[in-house]
């Protein structure tokens, strides 16, 4: 199937529009067009601005043995050096939402020994703040910006039972309520606009052939790479045997491993991931959204309000429009 292009004139740049705001005020050419096949900034471990800086919150269970060991006896040393390599986004949900992210990357745990059933994100250590408080902000903002729609994943469920995952699916759909989208609506703008649906749940778990306002996993291409060249080498190789039918996200998120931490001690992942912009978006910019072979649809990144990274991914979008003099 190829791509379909569009006859419009495009008045205001696609990376000019408000970031707030901007399936809003895409052209209505773009309306009608599946969200899979749009181009789409999305903010990978979303909700690592609030990881628990004190005491309280041990380090994942995900995380190696001896990291997990040394930082029982040695915290004071050892948690430092844990948060500059967790924290993959700085602003808040609100923020990144503001700055125009539309994606989020949700991982789900419950605290090792807490008797209550509340959730928490993670990413090397726990959030302070619990997944129905952010839930709520993300509905608030919703409520503030109607045409604006969302796609949340959540994924790397850690210490959930099955009462647990009743408990969140309960408080998603509490939550959003009428806002979640059913799996079997067609999802463009227009058509979400007209049923007032602003919310596509993604839930990494098979309780999702229970529920109709769950969406299936959506394909996540992790390149699990610490350099920019050797990411992209990885999704030009991925490309050439198509893209994913619906939703998937290329990531292009670094990933340190103990090598590079060891030979950068004095960095951090902000800073690794701000040097390597430039030529990751450099790449992003040649990328075409659409359904043809080698097409992209939702972009994930680290620290996604702190570059020209979201008007990038929104900018792609005008390739699906045919310019007219």
């Known amino acids: 199937m190829s791509s379909v292009v569009l006859s419009e004139v495009c008045e205001v740049p696609l990376k000019d529009l408000p970031l707030d705001n901007w399936m809003a005020h895409l052209p209505n050419a773009l309306w009608d067009i599946p969200l899979c096949n749009l181009s789409i900034p999305g903010s990978h471990n979303a909700i690592t601005y609030c990881l628990d800086k004190n005491d309280r919150s041990p380090v994942d269970l995900t995380q190696p043995d001896v990291l997990q060991k040394l930082d029982k006896y040695m915290k004071p040393l050892i948690r430092p050096f844990v948060y500059k390599w967790a924290i993959a986004q700085e602003c808040t949900v609100k923020e990144q939402l503001d700055g125009g992210v539309r994606y989020c990357d949700l991982r789900i745990a419950h605290r090792p020994n807490d008797s209550s059933t509340d959730l928490y994100f993670y990413h090397g250590v726990y959030t302070t703040i619990t997944v129905e408080t952010v839930l709520k902000e993300i509905r608030e903002w919703l409520d503030a910006h109607p045409r604006e729609v969302v796609i949340l994943s959540f994924s790397h469920f850690l210490g959930l039972s099955q009462e647990l995952h009743n408990i969140l699916i309960s408080t998603i759909k509490n939550v959003f309520a009428a806002k979640l989208c059913l799996k079997s609506v067609p999802v463009t703008l227009r058509n979400l606009w007209s049923k007032g649906f602003q919310v596509i749940i993604s839930y990494e778990h098979n309780v999702v052939n229970c529920h109709s306002e769950l969406w299936s996993h959506i394909p996540y291409w992790w390149a699990n790479k610490s350099k920019a060249e050797a ?23 670094l990933t340190e491993d103990l090598k590079y931490i060891c030979s950068h001690p004095t960095e951090s ?7 390597t912009y430039p030529t990751l978006l450099a790449w992003v910019k040649e990328q075409r959204p659409g359904s043809n072979t080698g097409s992209i649809n939702i972009i994930a990144g680290d620290f996604v309000t702190e570059s020209q990274f979201v008007p990038t991914v929104i900018a792609l979008n005008e390739k699906l429009l045919k310019r007219t003099s």
Request: charged letters at 30%; proline letters at 3%; glycine letters at 10%.
């Open 269 to 275: 992942l902000k800073d690794m991931v701000m040097s």
């Open 231 to 253: 990411l992209i080498e990885e999704f030009e190789r991925r490309k050439q045997s198509g893209r994913p039918a619906g939703f998937f996200v290329t990531g292009i998120n």
